[in-house]
């Protein structure tokens, strides 16, 4: 097992990676379950999976699991679902000093732990991720949100976790797309800040996919010691240290747009390709050398992941893409920050990027393939 500390002043806590976590949850968990009754809320397919596994772990520390179930999907991060998740919290007596446990992907983790930061101001959550997107990313770093009718994640708060497990087992129930979608997040911490990563990705990616046990602790561990490091040093993402963690979002964020945010497009296949232009732009302007960028055509690809605009089947111009782009939550007073590459390794902010060069640059991008 690997574990790693999130170090934030007064909220500091421990991610834990490794096979079959979940058959001790109630022991890793124990510090802050005090009650008999456990609220675990879960995701249906997460539960249907993992279910009995958790109720016989908290079974054997005496404890009993209340369910609450959460339909897969985007869907579920809604005001209506939040409401009902909240009123079926205060039903079940949840105190601020009580621990609820979020078990699922991305989706029930946002859901619970927004839900977790406003029930009577502030209560406990353990997040217990069971999908590779939100091992590497979602499960760590204290960011909530549900989802407006204004866009994705607009309604949140920043709200820290107390323990994270992240049950590598878990994976294996995973459809495969769901684990590539995670693995571009994977791809993302080696060529943001990790060189070395990246180029052990380039020689372990297939087996991470296959699941080889050592192989997907490595990668899983090694994301999330790089996410643990950027939040501890910007927690809520003044100082732009944490920004770089968007790298492949903001093109990723045009696509997932134009394809609905649907299924269509998951998230990490978005970033996948959001990563590939966002290499090509910066070797058009000049930035990063043109091998490098090929380097990464080749990984995202070779993982399966989309590395052309025409794996999309958009019938789009460049601007309706770079128009997306506008109503991105990261616009800052008028401009969009663009994450671009300087070399495998070393990401950074532009704010210099004009909309209407990304657009030409997508022009050029939609007619090549
Ligand atoms: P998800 O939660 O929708 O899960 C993907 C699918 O996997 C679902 O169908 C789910 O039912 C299924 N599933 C989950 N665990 C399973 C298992 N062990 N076996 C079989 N099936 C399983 O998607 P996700 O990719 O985990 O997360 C995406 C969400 O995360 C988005 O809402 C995104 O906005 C959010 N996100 C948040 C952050 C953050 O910092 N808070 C970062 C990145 C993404």
Known sequence: MA?????????????????????????????????????????????????????????????????????????????RELERLTDWMLAEGVERGDHVVALGGGVVGDLTGFACAILKRGCGFIQVPTTLLAQVDSSVGGKTAINSAAGKNLVGAFHQPALVLADLAALDTLRDREMRAGYAEVLKYGLLGDADFFAWLEENGAAVLARDPAALEHAVATSIATKARIVAEDERET???????????????????????????????????????????????????EEASQRLTRAVDAAGLPAEISALNLSCSGRDLADHMLHDKKMDAGTLPFLLLRSIGAAFLAKDVALDDVAQFLDGELQAH
Do not use: C, Q
């Not at 675990?40 to 054997?60: C, K, P, Y």
């Not at 990723?252 to 232009?277: I, K, N, P, Q, Y």
């Open 239 to 289: 100082t732009g240290a944490r920004a770089l963690l968007n790298l492949g979002h903001t093109f990723g964020h045009a696509f997932e747009a134009e394809t609905g945010f649907s299924d269509r497009l998951l998230h990490g296949e978005a970033v996948a390709l959001g990563m590939v232009l966002a290499a090509r732009y910066s070797a058009r302007r000049g930035l990063l050398a």
């Open 3 to 79: 574990v790693i500390a999130v170090e934030l002043a007064g909220r500091s806590y421990e991610v834990r990676v490794g096979h079959g976590l979940l058959r001790d949850l109630a022991d890793h968990a124990a510090p802050f379950l005090r009650k008999e009754i456990v609220p675990v809320v879960a995701d249906r397919n997460a539960r249907r999976h993992w279910g009995a596994t958790v109720e016989a772990s908290l079974a054997s520390a005496g404890k009993l699991a209340r369910w609450y179930d959460v339909e897969p999907g985007e869907g579920s991060k809604s005001w």
